[in-house]
Protein backbone atom coordinates (compact mmCIF):
# COMPACT_ATOMS: atom_id res chain seq x y z
CA UNK A 1 0.00 0.00 0.00
CA UNK A 2 1.23 3.49 -0.80
CA UNK A 3 0.71 5.65 1.45
CA UNK A 4 -2.71 6.09 3.94
CA UNK A 5 -4.96 6.03 0.55
CA UNK A 6 -8.42 3.80 0.84
CA UNK A 7 -6.83 1.86 -1.56
CA UNK A 8 -4.09 -0.45 -2.36
CA UNK A 9 -1.19 -0.40 -5.24
CA UNK A 10 -0.11 -4.16 -5.43
CA UNK A 11 2.34 -4.72 -7.08
CA UNK A 12 2.43 -7.83 -9.96
CA UNK A 13 4.81 -10.60 -9.70
CA UNK A 14 5.43 -13.87 -10.88
CA UNK A 15 3.02 -16.21 -8.98
CA UNK A 16 0.29 -13.60 -10.28
CA UNK A 17 -0.13 -15.55 -13.34
CA UNK A 18 -1.20 -18.63 -11.45
CA UNK A 19 -4.42 -16.94 -10.49
CA UNK A 20 -7.07 -16.91 -12.83
CA UNK A 21 -9.65 -14.81 -11.80
CA UNK A 22 -6.59 -12.07 -11.83
CA UNK A 23 -5.83 -13.19 -15.20
CA UNK A 24 -9.57 -13.12 -16.64
CA UNK A 25 -10.13 -9.40 -14.96
CA UNK A 26 -6.75 -8.10 -16.84
CA UNK A 27 -8.36 -9.85 -20.17
CA UNK A 28 -11.59 -8.59 -19.70
CA UNK A 29 -10.50 -5.07 -19.18
CA UNK A 30 -8.18 -5.13 -22.06
CA UNK A 31 -11.41 -6.63 -24.19
CA UNK A 32 -13.14 -3.76 -22.96
CA UNK A 33 -10.22 -1.20 -23.93
CA UNK A 34 -9.06 -2.35 -27.31
CA UNK A 35 -9.50 0.67 -29.23
CA UNK A 36 -6.77 2.39 -27.43
CA UNK A 37 -4.29 -0.10 -27.46
CA UNK A 38 -1.49 -0.68 -29.95
CA UNK A 39 -2.42 -3.99 -31.13
CA UNK A 40 -6.11 -5.94 -31.20
CA UNK A 41 -5.90 -9.33 -30.78
CA UNK A 42 -8.65 -12.09 -29.78
CA UNK A 43 -8.50 -12.19 -26.11
CA UNK A 44 -8.37 -15.39 -23.55
CA UNK A 45 -7.09 -16.06 -19.87
CA UNK A 46 -4.03 -17.94 -21.50
CA UNK A 47 -2.67 -15.08 -24.11
CA UNK A 48 -3.20 -12.37 -21.13
CA UNK A 49 -1.09 -15.03 -18.96
CA UNK A 50 1.47 -15.23 -21.86
CA UNK A 51 1.32 -11.44 -22.29
CA UNK A 52 1.88 -10.97 -18.03
CA UNK A 53 5.12 -13.56 -18.25
CA UNK A 54 6.76 -12.17 -21.89
CA UNK A 55 5.99 -8.51 -21.86
CA UNK A 56 5.87 -7.69 -17.96
CA UNK A 57 7.36 -9.99 -15.72
CA UNK A 58 9.86 -10.82 -18.50
CA UNK A 59 10.56 -7.40 -19.41
CA UNK A 60 13.50 -5.42 -17.43
CA UNK A 61 11.99 -1.94 -17.14
CA UNK A 62 8.46 -2.68 -16.89
CA UNK A 63 6.49 -2.81 -13.70
CA UNK A 64 2.56 -3.36 -13.11
CA UNK A 65 0.30 -2.89 -10.50
CA UNK A 66 -2.87 -3.32 -9.86
CA UNK A 67 -5.71 -1.06 -7.94
CA UNK A 68 -7.18 -2.85 -5.21
CA UNK A 69 -9.74 -1.06 -3.35
CA UNK A 70 -12.34 -2.39 -0.76
CA UNK A 71 -11.18 -5.48 -1.26
CA UNK A 72 -12.10 -5.63 -5.41
CA UNK A 73 -9.43 -5.36 -8.28
CA UNK A 74 -10.26 -2.12 -10.50
CA UNK A 75 -7.26 -1.14 -12.73
CA UNK A 76 -4.00 -1.58 -13.23
CA UNK A 77 -1.24 1.00 -14.03
CA UNK A 78 2.29 1.20 -14.50
CA UNK A 79 5.68 2.32 -14.98
CA UNK A 80 8.02 1.25 -18.29
CA UNK A 81 11.35 2.32 -19.79
CA UNK A 82 13.06 3.45 -17.37
CA UNK A 83 15.86 6.43 -18.46
CA UNK A 84 18.04 6.66 -15.14
CA UNK A 85 20.40 9.15 -17.19
CA UNK A 86 17.39 11.78 -17.47
CA UNK A 87 15.45 10.26 -14.17
CA UNK A 88 12.48 9.97 -16.21
CA UNK A 89 9.63 6.86 -16.81
CA UNK A 90 7.15 6.21 -18.78
CA UNK A 91 3.31 5.79 -17.60
CA UNK A 92 2.48 2.80 -19.03
CA UNK A 93 -0.67 0.46 -18.91
CA UNK A 94 -3.41 2.60 -17.11
CA UNK A 95 -6.46 0.89 -17.56
CA UNK A 96 -10.01 1.65 -15.15
CA UNK A 97 -10.99 -1.91 -15.30
CA UNK A 98 -14.51 -1.16 -13.08
CA UNK A 99 -16.41 1.93 -12.88
CA UNK A 100 -16.49 2.01 -8.82
CA UNK A 101 -14.48 4.98 -6.80
CA UNK A 102 -14.47 8.16 -9.34
CA UNK A 103 -11.33 9.62 -8.86
CA UNK A 104 -9.33 6.73 -8.07
CA UNK A 105 -7.56 6.35 -11.38
CA UNK A 106 -5.90 9.80 -11.07
CA UNK A 107 -5.19 9.46 -7.04
CA UNK A 108 -3.68 5.58 -8.12
CA UNK A 109 -1.56 7.67 -11.04
CA UNK A 110 -0.28 10.47 -8.73
CA UNK A 111 0.33 7.91 -5.45
CA UNK A 112 2.78 5.86 -8.36
CA UNK A 113 4.33 8.98 -9.09
CA UNK A 114 5.01 10.27 -5.60
CA UNK A 115 6.62 6.43 -4.77
CA UNK A 116 8.80 6.77 -8.02
CA UNK A 117 10.08 9.83 -7.36
CA UNK A 118 10.85 9.27 -3.29
CA UNK A 119 11.70 5.93 -4.21
CA UNK A 120 13.54 5.96 -7.71
CA UNK A 121 14.38 9.65 -7.90
CA UNK A 122 12.30 10.09 -11.00
CA UNK A 123 11.28 13.43 -11.83
CA UNK A 124 10.16 13.23 -15.35
CA UNK A 125 7.33 10.74 -16.52
CA UNK A 126 6.06 10.01 -19.83
CA UNK A 127 3.41 8.58 -21.48
CA UNK A 128 1.53 7.89 -25.01
CA UNK A 129 -2.00 7.99 -25.90
CA UNK A 130 -4.15 7.59 -28.77
CA UNK A 131 -4.77 10.83 -30.12
CA UNK A 132 -8.20 10.90 -30.36
CA UNK A 133 -9.09 9.71 -27.03
CA UNK A 134 -10.24 13.07 -25.90
CA UNK A 135 -11.42 12.14 -22.69
CA UNK A 136 -7.97 10.32 -21.59
CA UNK A 137 -6.41 13.19 -23.00
CA UNK A 138 -8.14 15.75 -21.18
CA UNK A 139 -7.94 13.31 -17.66
CA UNK A 140 -3.77 13.52 -18.11
CA UNK A 141 -4.22 17.19 -19.01
CA UNK A 142 -5.63 17.99 -15.28
CA UNK A 143 -2.62 16.14 -14.07
CA UNK A 144 -1.12 18.50 -15.21
CA UNK A 145 0.40 16.10 -18.38
CA UNK A 146 1.52 18.75 -21.87
CA UNK A 147 1.37 17.02 -25.55
CA UNK A 148 5.20 17.66 -26.63
CA UNK A 149 4.56 14.84 -29.96
CA UNK A 150 2.72 13.72 -32.01
CA UNK A 151 3.72 9.95 -33.69
CA UNK A 152 2.15 8.84 -36.73
CA UNK A 153 0.60 5.56 -36.83
CA UNK A 154 -0.76 3.19 -39.80
CA UNK A 155 -2.89 0.29 -39.44
CA UNK A 156 -1.44 -3.08 -39.89
CA UNK A 157 -3.16 -6.55 -40.00
CA UNK A 158 -0.81 -9.38 -38.61
CA UNK A 159 -1.92 -12.96 -38.17
CA UNK A 160 -3.11 -12.29 -35.02
CA UNK A 161 -5.16 -9.22 -35.62
CA UNK A 162 -4.42 -5.71 -36.32
CA UNK A 163 -1.97 -3.13 -34.69
CA UNK A 164 -0.92 0.21 -35.27
CA UNK A 165 3.03 0.76 -36.25
CA UNK A 166 4.49 4.23 -35.40
CA UNK A 167 6.20 5.53 -38.97
CA UNK A 168 8.68 8.35 -39.32
CA UNK A 169 7.69 11.26 -40.39
CA UNK A 170 4.13 12.22 -40.26
CA UNK A 171 3.57 12.57 -44.88
CA UNK A 172 3.08 9.01 -45.41
CA UNK A 173 0.23 7.86 -46.66
CA UNK A 174 -2.56 6.08 -44.71
CA UNK A 175 -2.28 7.86 -41.09
CA UNK A 176 -4.74 7.46 -39.80
CA UNK A 177 -4.61 7.84 -36.36
CA UNK A 178 -1.10 9.36 -34.12
CA UNK A 179 0.13 8.50 -30.48
CA UNK A 180 0.17 11.88 -28.53
CA UNK A 181 2.93 11.96 -26.56
CA UNK A 182 2.45 13.84 -23.17
CA UNK A 183 5.10 14.73 -20.52
CA UNK A 184 4.92 16.70 -16.94
CA UNK A 185 8.60 17.32 -15.94
CA UNK A 186 8.07 19.18 -12.39
CA UNK A 187 6.82 16.67 -9.85
CA UNK A 188 3.97 19.69 -8.37
CA UNK A 189 1.09 18.63 -9.35
CA UNK A 190 -2.26 19.36 -8.38
CA UNK A 191 -4.56 16.31 -6.67
CA UNK A 192 -7.52 16.51 -8.93
CA UNK A 193 -11.12 14.98 -9.47
CA UNK A 194 -11.56 12.10 -12.19
Known amino acids: MLGSLPYELVLMVSDCVGDKTLMDLIGRWRKKNEQWFLSQFPVSTDRTAKWFLDRVIGAPDRLLFVIRAEGKFIGHVGLFRFDFDRMACELDNIVRGEPEHPGIMGD ?58 EVPGDNSPGIERFYAVMELSNMQVKRHNE
Open 108 to 165: AIQSLMDWGEETLGLKCYKLKVMSNNERAISFYGRLGFKETDRIPLLQRMGKDGMEWV
